[in-house]
């Protein structure tokens, strides 16, 4: 199920700087739709770089990332609105919170040996507490939420041209593409994959298991606690229900499932995959409405789910590369 | 000098005692097998040792540091190499990386532990096979990854159980082959039921029964012991 | 506080906590018998709670009475699902099974979005909006009629787990699946069984939901949580287990909606299951 990790070569690093070079270039070529839709699939790609950190990489399978995810929108959110500090110097505010929380759910896991399905449960019930507490308290904005300004103010990372959110989107994504690169090529990264195929037998070959649990969780959650910031300032409005719900949970997981957990582009590609093929539903000449074509969409990405999973184990980027050595699950 | 010194160990498992006052001294360099039947507390035995299992009493001394309770992970720093009986490779890394997660344990560098795993890994002749994943190998291939990885731990104290089980004649003799070139100055304690090979390697042997240590001393006395060989009775004897 | 209003309560819990029970008792079927982790479960109790509206919008088949329908269309397709897709996962871990479910629970429920619609639906019959009263105490007449029909349905599968010759493979199978293929158990039959069982208990607890629940395609993650928790406060080893848990979930959100508001409630109920999780996640009537 999941991939084996491969150094990059040269002719990686052509396609990357053609890609590079392109996305630069977009905001120029598309319009406000497009570029809208831009912003919301790089949002969606960073997250799934991130649930990959835990999940892929650790196999820390968290359902409840959208906590961190939260933590983020919320703790920027309010130093912005209440404090007036800038987001630029609250994203970090929420990353603390997010890695705080991570550190909080590793340590008692470990602790109590929660693992496994019983760990993504844990991770479930900490939304599932999380929810109802913000919808009720009325200082952070309870159930209505919380509105942005609609205003231009780079300072505050609120701008009225999306051109500027795109880049600011894209850099993130190669942030997170950067961390998870550096991270698989070092011992944190090997460590963590040992603790995903046997904790046992890593742990007696030397690796420490807690301490790598609660870093990469803390990663993790850090990372994601930035994209919640971002949704933030994008998306202008945060509310409990959106922000915790299981939607973006979901996205998150699929898309990196599908492309390939445990590689660098792999959330990348399954969670563009889906954006793409989302808007490609929309334009055919069926005549469905949005709604009924992402109902469509979802559709569709169950059954690639399952296909995938049965017959494609190491996801999109696995099997290109390791078509020939890894046996599919389900002889077909 | 004494590698290991292992005082008075008891564990108990839901009233089933399974170690009751194991105790016994392995010099440095030395190579010592335990023999006994399945369910005697060897492994139970192993598994304290390499902090898998925190033991209800009595002390575990690695050249004189008190080890028991620790972490696995801490064990491993501190010296002690664990294969186990039913092989336990990362099934969907490659070879290589399976024992370069081992080599970690010394060389903190990424690109340094994988130059040190593909020495072990050439070593113990899986060199050809670095890039294979650990669920497409053989069972005799997969117990010379699991030592591998021990070995690239950069161990003191090397604890393999069973290593030659589920091995045909051929693979047995190749593995009493290269075991002692891989071993060298290692102290290894050697869980085994393939009598052939405890006479070949090892240079002491302990017989264990019902969770305690009943006899001790050269490998050829202890397997003549009367009661060794009334425990092994009925059992295929390879001389 | 008024002692009937905890008498009051405690009805409540025992009632909801008897249709939670049967809900779970498939989830936690698979999870013993096979290992399975089916996220899926509640998105099946949902498909039959859209059936059983159908045929009641159709023909007006009381949603009760449609149970006769919906349980062997749940067998056969719990099978059909089962030797497609599930059987391939039955050794595989947890992750990939949560996965695969996950996918299947996808399907299901937007092919109910496309079929419904997404809005909330409820069935009204007679009897659904009356209510029983009893000296000072209150309980709708739905309600008790599902609940009743769980304890029964309940009380069957664990009569036929204990005499039936394939409630008995089960548990062997359950227990210990190398040493029951040793015996001559046809192990991959049994498990084939068992998930169509589980889908039938699915069936049986959906179908009833229409008359007091407003249902939605949406609804299957709420069902497959609750489940969840179950197993995790009773256990898997038994159908007792679920009982047990059953009972406990729903006199918890009882006792959660006496001392909170509605929405503290679930969060209670999560904390709940989070300290389980840490003390003892093989639940009450598991082995530690």
Partial sequence: ?332 | MTALRIEDLRKRFKGVEALRGVSFEVADGEVVGIVGANGAGKTTLFNTLSGIIRPDTGSIRLHGQEISGLAPHMICKLGIGRAFQITRPFLNLTCLENVTIGALNREPRAARARERAMTVLAQVGLGDKAEMLGRDLSVSWRKRLELARALASGPKVLLLDEVLAGLNELEINEMVRLLPTLTNDMTVLIIEHVIQAVLQLCSRAVFMQAGAVLVGGAPSEVMNDPMVIDSYLGAEREC | ?288
């Fill in chain 3, 1 to 288: 506080m008024h002692p009937l209003d905890i008498v009051q309560a405690l009805l409540y819990g025992v009632v909801y906590g008897s249709i939670y029970a049967l809900a779970a008792s498939g989830f936690a079927l698979t999870l013993g018998v096979m290992q399975i982790v089916n996220f899926a479960h509640g998105h099946f109790i949902v498909v039959a709670g859209f059936l059983s509206l159908l045929l009641f919008r159709l023909w007006a088949v009381d949603p009760f009475v449609s149970i006769a329908a919906t349980v062997p269309l749940a067998f056969v397709l719990g099978a059909a699902i089962y030797s497609l897709v599930l059987k391939h996962v039955v050794m595989e871990s947890h992750h990939t099974q949560i996965i695969v479910t996950l996918g299947i629970g996808l399907i299901i429920e937007n092919l109910l979005l496309l079929a419904f619609g997404g809005d909330l639906r409820l069935a009204s019959t007679w009897y659904t909006s009356r209510t029983l009263r009893l000296s000072g105490l209150a309980l709708s007449v739905p309600k008790i009629v599902a609940a009743v029909l769980a304890v029964a349905t309940v009380a069957l599968l664990w009569a036929m787990l204990r005499y039936t010759k394939l409630g008995k493979a089960i548990r062997a199978s359950t227990d210990n699946w190398q040493a029951a293929t040793l015996m001559g158990i046809d192990v991959r039959r049994v498990r084939l069984y068992a998930f169509g069982l589980s889908a039938v208990t699915a069936a049986v607890a959906g179908s009833s939901l229409p008359t007091f629940y407003l249902l939605s395609p949406f609804s299957g993650i709420e069902f497959l949580l609750k489940a969840f928790a179950i197993v995790v406060i009773g256990g898997v080893e038994d159908v007792r287990g679920v009982i047990v848990g059953g009972l406990l979930l729903g006199l918890l959100e009882a006792a959660a909606g006496m001392l909170f508001s509605a929405a503290l409630g679930a969060a209670f109920t999560f904390a709940v299951v989070l300290v389980f999780l840490a003390w003892r996640p093989s639940g009450l009537l598991g082995h530690a």
């Fill in chain 1, 1 to 332: 199920m999941f991939q084996v990790r491969r150094l990059p070569n040269a002719g990686t690093a052509v396609l990357t700087a053609t890609l590079v070079v392109v996305m630069l270039a977009l905001p120029a070529l598309l319009n406000s739709y497009y570029l809208t839709l831009a912003v919301s699939a790089g949002l969606w790609a960073y997250l799934s770089l991130c649930w990959n950190l835990s999940g892929g990489y650790a196999g820390l399978f968290s359902f409840g990332h959208t906590a961190f995810f939260a933590a983020g929108a919320y703790t920027s959110t309010l130093l912005y609105t209440e404090l007036a500090v800038s987001p630029w110097l609250g994203m970090f505010a929420g990353a603390g919170m997010g890695a705080l929380l991570a550190l909080i759910i590793a340590v008692l896991a470990v602790r109590y040996r929660i693992r496994g399905m019983y760990f993504s449960l844990a991770t479930v019930a900490v939304v599932e507490i999380l929810r109802p507490v913000l919808d009720t308290w009325s200082s952070v904005g309870g159930s209505t939420g919380i509105l942005l300004p609609l205003l231009n103010s780079p300072g505050n990372m609120l701008f009225t041209q999306r051109a500027y959110y795109y880049y600011v989107i894209v850099g993130l994504v190669a942030v997170a593409i950067l961390v998870t690169w550096m991270i698989a090529r070092s011992r944190l990264g090997y460590y963590a994959i040992a603790i995903r195929e046997d904790e046992t037998a890593a742990e007696v070959s030397g690796v420490p298991s807690a301490r790598v649990k609660r870093q990469m969780l803390a990663i993790s959650a850090a990372l994601t606690a930035i994209g919640g910031t971002f949704y933030a300032q994008f998306y202008l409005f945060i509310q409990p229900e959106i922000v915790l719900g299981w939607d973006p949970q979901m996205q998150m997981i699929l898309g990196t499932m599908v492309g390939g957990p445990g590689t660098v582009a792999g959330p990348v590609v399954g969670s563009l995959a889906f954006s793409i093929l989302t808007e490609v539903l929309q334009l055919l000449p069926i005549g469905w409405s949005p709604e009924i074509a992402a109902i469509v969409m979802r559709l569709i990405w169950g059954v690639v789910l399952v296909a995938v999973m049965l017959y494609l184990p190491g996801g999109l980027l696995g099997m290109s590369i390791h078509a020939r050595k890894r046996a599919p699950v389900a002889r077909a």
